[in-house]
């Protein structure tokens, strides 16, 4: 999830508050020239989850960076916040994590890939849909996630009741099916033009030849993929 900017700053201010004694798990690790900066103000996150979600980062942030955006941040803050809600959400180069959902799910740490996505996708505040955005970091986790197998994620299979604009695991498969149906290369494109602040509706025509809406029917239409 991307937080709106007020959000996001209301959270980070929040953390700001909290004192400095408090910081029971805080580390910096740096490797490849990118260095995470762990915070977990609360020692709210188990340990071992915790070390996979460092372990994940790293795993996968350099592969997507020069896949998607080589000038990506290559200094990332993760802050474990216990009040934040929902499970995860990302301002920038930070991402906040909410331990309450990991003491539930240890094993779906690959999160950490779709939100590390956000941080490469740096749209901004660019006029990027948001279930374009959220079905591309959706895409990448599913390209890239190291234990979603275990974590008992996957990407949505398609039903009728489903739109284009879902967003998500929904628009993710979407994604999945289009570079499996002749469109490779496409997400980039996307991913590229949404950074850029060139991104329109008109852009699935000039890349497909199809529009947005002729595409989502012929996904609706044979939604297998091959």
Request: glycine residues 10%; negative net charge.
């Amino acid at each position: 999830m991307r937080f709106p900017a007020c959000l996001a700053a209301l959270t980070a201010c929040a953390f700001l508050a909290v004192p400095p004694a408090k910081a029971a798990d805080s580390r910096t690790v740096e490797r490849g020239g990118v260095t995470l900066d762990f915070q977990d103000a609360s020692d709210a996150m188990d340990d071992a989850v915790a070390d996979r979600m460092v372990e994940t980062f790293f795993a996968v942030y350099g592969r997507m960076s020069a896949r998607f955006n080589p000038d990506a941040s290559r200094q990332v803050t993760f802050i474990v916040d216990p009040a934040l809600g929902g499970i995860a959400g990302a301002d920038g180069a930070t991402v906040y994590f909410n331990p309450a959902y990991f003491a539930e799910h240890p094993q779906d740490t690959d999160v950490v890939v779709h939100e590390a996505m956000h941080v490469v996708q740096d749209y901004g505040q660019q006029p990027v849909p948001g279930w374009l955005v959220e079905g591309i970091a959706d895409y990448v986790r599913h390209q890239y996630g190291v234990n979603d197998a275990v974590g008992g994620w996957k990407l949505r299979e398609y039903s009728p009741d489903q739109g284009v604009e879902g967003g998500y695991r929904s628009t993710g498969r979407f994604l999945v099916w289009l570079e499996a149906h002749g469109h490779p290369g496409l997400i980039e494109t996307l991913d590229r033009r949404a950074r850029a602040g060139t991104y329109t509706e008109a852009v699935w025509a000039e890349l497909t030849g199809q529009t947005l809406a002729q595409l989502w029917a012929a996904y609706a239409a044979d939604p297998v993929i091959g």
